[in-house]
């Protein structure tokens, strides 16, 4: 009976799926995991994917062409108990640059203290106003923090509601006993991810983002110079914060998804660019310094 409840309750979900904001694709990995029931992996993937991608997690209607691209990749390395597991997370997302066939990368974040409850055929139900169980916290976090991004890449500022929503997600789950969630446990966990987007100190690289994306690169197919010097403009904001705070997560954050991106945007540049460009990358984002010196030649 569980199970052809469950099975109905995808349907509905397929049904209804005309107007969500995700197009995510979900992998749940357990091959570290030996001699257990198989199943329940296949069956929890199947539920992630439908409450992530049918759930509407805004106000607004999304066409399918206008859907955020991303990926979740679920590695399981360890089961606790029947119903409980341990792992990492990979979320990737992208958003489509203007007038052009390229996907420029929002974020790429592997988060590695993922501990959660799941029963087969468990259907994962969440409310905004009341705490979330283990495993619809981490996927709403997630959803929000996606939808946030992709927002602040198109208006100034634009993803806050939804950063806001992922930052009451983390003051909920600060009595859970699963790892991720509290200040003092990590810097770079998901309470740092959401404090540092929503720190004021901060401000500048959410500014960059939308200048980035908005101004940079969505302008590069029909004013390439102009939307490249607009980039380049942009490093400055990043410059901005971390003079304040050097060694940031939110900055760790940008560049894992953007060092690979600037470097091709900037080794087509001018010279004098170029050398700008590199100068303030190599003093901001030292960690990809090997990267950024093939901006020179």
């Given at each position: 009976?569980?199970?052809?409840?469950?099975?109905?309750?995808?349907?509905?979900?397929?049904?209804?799926?005309?107007?969500?904001?995700?197009?995510?694709?979900?992998?749940?990995?357990?091959?570290?995991?030996?001699?257990?029931?198989?199943?329940?992996?296949?069956?929890?993937?199947?539920?992630?994917?439908?409450?992530?991608?049918?759930?509407?997690?805004?106000?607004?209607?999304?066409?399918?062409?206008?859907?955020?691209?991303?990926?979740?990749?679920?590695?399981?390395?360890?089961?606790?108990?029947s119903d409980e597991f341990k792992g990492t997370m990979q979320i990737q997302a992208r958003r489509p640059v203007f007038n052009s066939s390229f996907n420029t990368v929002l974020l790429n974040f592997?988060?590695?203290?993922?501990?959660?409850?799941?029963?087969?055929?468990?259907?994962?139900?969440?409310?905004?106003?009341?705490?979330?169980?283990?495993?619809?916290?981490?996927?709403?976090?997630?959803?929000?923090?996606?939808?946030?991004?992709?927002?602040?890449?198109?208006?100034?500022?634009?993803?806050?509601?939804?950063?806001?929503?992922?930052?009451?997600?983390?003051?909920?789950?600060?009595?859970?006993?699963?790892?991720?969630?509290?200040?003092?446990?990590?810097?770079?966990?998901?309470?740092?991810?959401?404090?540092?987007?929503?720190?004021?100190?901060?401000?500048?690289?959410?500014?960059?983002?939308?200048?980035?994306?908005?101004?940079?690169?969505?302008?590069?197919?029909?004013?390439?110079?102009?939307?490249?010097?607009?980039?380049?403009?942009?490093?400055?904001?990043?410059?901005?914060?971390?003079?304040?705070?050097?060694?940031?997560?939110?900055?760790?954050?940008?560049?894992?998804?953007?060092?690979?991106?600037?470097?091709?945007?900037?080794?087509?540049?001018?010279?004098?660019?170029?050398?700008?460009?590199?100068?303030?990358?190599?003093?901001?984002?030292?960690?990809?310094?090997?990267?950024?010196?093939?901006?020179?030649?």
């Amino acid at each position: 009976m569980r199970k052809l409840l469950f099975c109905l309750l995808v349907l509905v979900s397929a049904l209804n799926a005309n107007s969500q904001e995700l197009r995510c694709n979900i992998q749940v990995v357990s091959q570290q995991i030996q001699g257990t029931n198989k199943q329940v992996f296949r069956t929890m993937q199947t539920a992630i994917y439908e409450f992530v991608n049918t759930r509407s997690w805004t106000d607004h209607i999304y066409d399918q062409d206008e859907k955020i691209e991303c990926n979740i990749l679920i590695n399981l390395t360890d089961q606790i108990s029947s119903d409980e597991f341990k792992g990492t997370m990979q979320i990737q997302a992208r958003r489509p640059v203007f007038n052009s066939s390229f996907n420029t990368v929002l974020l790429n974040f592997k988060d590695d203290d993922i501990h959660f409850k799941y029963a087969e055929y468990q259907a994962l139900e969440y409310n905004e106003t009341t705490t979330p169980g283990s495993l619809t916290a981490l996927l709403a976090f997630y959803a929000n923090i996606i939808i946030g991004l992709d927002y602040d890449s198109f208006a100034l500022e634009g993803g806050t509601p939804y950063f806001t929503r992922a930052e009451s997600i983390v003051n909920k789950m600060q009595n859970a006993k699963y790892p991720g969630w509290k200040s003092f446990e990590s810097k770079s966990n998901r309470y740092w991810l959401i404090e540092n987007i929503l720190n004021n100190s901060y401000r500048p690289v959410r500014e960059c983002i939308y200048r980035y994306h908005r101004l940079g690169l969505d302008r590069m197919a029909d004013k390439l110079t102009d939307g490249r010097s607009e980039i380049a403009e942009s490093l400055r904001l990043l410059q901005k914060a971390h003079r304040a705070k050097p060694g940031s997560f939110i900055l760790q954050i940008f560049f894992d998804a953007k060092a690979d991106e600037l470097v091709k945007i900037f080794t087509e540049s001018f010279n004098d660019e170029k050398k700008r460009a590199y100068n303030i990358l190599s003093d901001i984002d030292p960690a990809n310094l090997t990267k950024y010196k093939k901006i020179l030649k």
